[in-house]
Nanobody
Framework: QVQLVESGGGLVQAGGSLRLSCAASGRAFTTYSMGWFRQAPGKEREVVAAISWSGGYTYYSDSVKGRFTISRVNSNYVVYLQMNILKPEDTAVYYC?????????????????WGQGTQVTVST
């Protein structure tokens, strides 16, 4: 069992930065790959970034590549999403999720545990 709690969302101007955190409980966390997803109103939930259990492999969607960075500190049971050069189209609810797979996963069906989400709003 893994419980996830996101934090760090908020309102930021275009071009600004935010760092999202996902605090995990449950010892299985250190063996799970993790992902960050987002869902904008009227749109499907989409993967933003994902990271392997060890942190050695990462995945980024084309829309955020070069701007966002995913990282994890297993000893602290936390996953981060550093978001730079934010754009209005990044506005969404951001979710972290845990997958029992070793490698980064891009599909929502690969994830067993989800946080409650944190709102990110980027103004023009």
């Amino acid at each position: 069992q893994v419980q996830l709690v996101e934090s760090g969302g908020g309102l930021v101007q275009a071009g600004g930065s935010l760092r999202l955190s996902c605090a995990a409980s449950g010892r299985a966390f250190t063996t799970y790959s993790m992902g960050w997803f987002r869902q904008a109103p009227g749109k499907e939930r989409e993967v933003v970034a994902a990271i392997s259990w060890s942190g050695g492999y990462t995945y980024y969607s084309d829309s955020v590549k070069g701007r966002f960075t995913i990282s994890r500190v297993n000893s602290n049971y936390v996953v981060y999403l550093q978001m730079n050069i934010l754009k209005p189209e990044d506005t969404a609810v951001y979710y972290c999720a845990a997958s029992p797979s070793v490698h980064p996963q891009v599909g929502t069906m690969s994830y067993d545990y989800w946080g409650q989400g944190t709102q990110v709003t980027v103004s023009t």
